[in-house]
């Protein structure tokens, strides 16, 4: 099959929501695995940085229409893919031009840098969202029930998901990274399960998001919005309505919850 074929069959399965480990071999068969693309001066995206793109893309329905397709020299290709997001009703348009090697695409740039520079950034700014919604999770999963120090795998998670900057505004009074350090050890130590409830991206940097902690005290709900930097959390701001809330986590304050704890939900 041609490189063409190759090419048209790749993009011809998008628009469909699909498992994009499905079609890996399609773009293991299409791109060279010392891929390059020039985005700029200063950045470049490799084979897999691509695959992480191309793989939102893919799972989120997107449709790729190949509008051009020529070899411009024996060795040199030019392209044109106009993609449309389900919720998009224009869309954009990337142009490329790639250097071949061993019959796949090996290196290049975009002909047109604002429309590769756009979707790069939109998708960037995904791939970092899923990277701290996962290692979240991860962390968050520690806190089982069962009460615990705060050993060495909480740690490193801790340091997975927190930026070095990292600002909690727990109830008005802001925590830096140590100190919110010591309330989830505080939260470990007494057994406390945390439960992520919620966690949708707003922009490129912001997030909502929500959780639960429970433990032989109480059973409390916050919800926060957050800010990220690259793919660590910066920045938690707990809404107005959940103040209450995050007041009753363990290591804030003393709270006497008595027989029934109110839960503070957002609105």
């Not at 693309?37 to 893309?57: R, T, V």
């Not at 009703?89 to 756009?118: N, Q, W």
């Not at 050993?151 to 505004?169: P, R, S, V």
């Not at 109830?171 to 350090?181: E, H, S, T």
Request: some cysteine; overall charge negative.
């Amino acid at each position: 099959m041609s490189l063409e074929e190759n090419f048209r069959r790749f993009y011809s399965n998008f628009g469909i929501k699909q498992d994009p480990s499905k079609m890996r071999r399609l773009f293991d068969d299409l791109y060279h695995d010392d891929f390059k693309n020039e985005l700029d001066g200063k950045h470049s995206l490799d084979k897999d940085q691509l695959w992480k793109i191309q793989a939102i893309i893919i799972k989120s329905g997107t449709t790729a229409t190949v509008l051009m397709f020529k070899y411009v020299q024996p060795n040199v290709v030019e392209y044109k893919i106009h993609f449309k997001g389900t919720d998009e009703p224009v869309g954009k348009t990337v142009h490329c031009a790639y250097e071949l090697m061993d019959g796949k695409i090996f290196h290049g740039r975009a002909v047109d840098e604002s429309s590769i520079t756009t979707i790069s950034n939109a998708t960037t700014a995904s791939i970092n969202f899923q990277q701290v919604q996962k290692n979240s999770q991860a962390l968050f999963t520690l806190f089982d029930g069962v009460p615990k120090p705060f050993d060495d795998e909480m740690n490193q998670a801790f340091e997975a998901l927190y930026h070095q900057d990292f600002i909690h505004n727990m109830d008005g009074k802001p925590l830096n990274k140590a100190q919110w350090k010591e309330r989830l050890q505080a939260f470990a130590e007494s057994g406390a399960r945390i439960l992520q409830l919620k966690f949708e991206p707003k922009n490129d940097v912001h997030f909502e998001a929500g959780i639960r902690v429970i433990n032989k005290d109480i059973d409390v709900v916050g919800y926060s919005r957050g800010t990220i930097s690259g793919s660590k959390l910066l920045k938690i701001e707990p809404h107005e309505d959940s103040l209450a809330a995050y007041a009753m986590f363990p290591g804030q304050k003393v709270v006497h919850s008595g027989e029934h704890t109110e839960i503070a939900s957002a609105q």
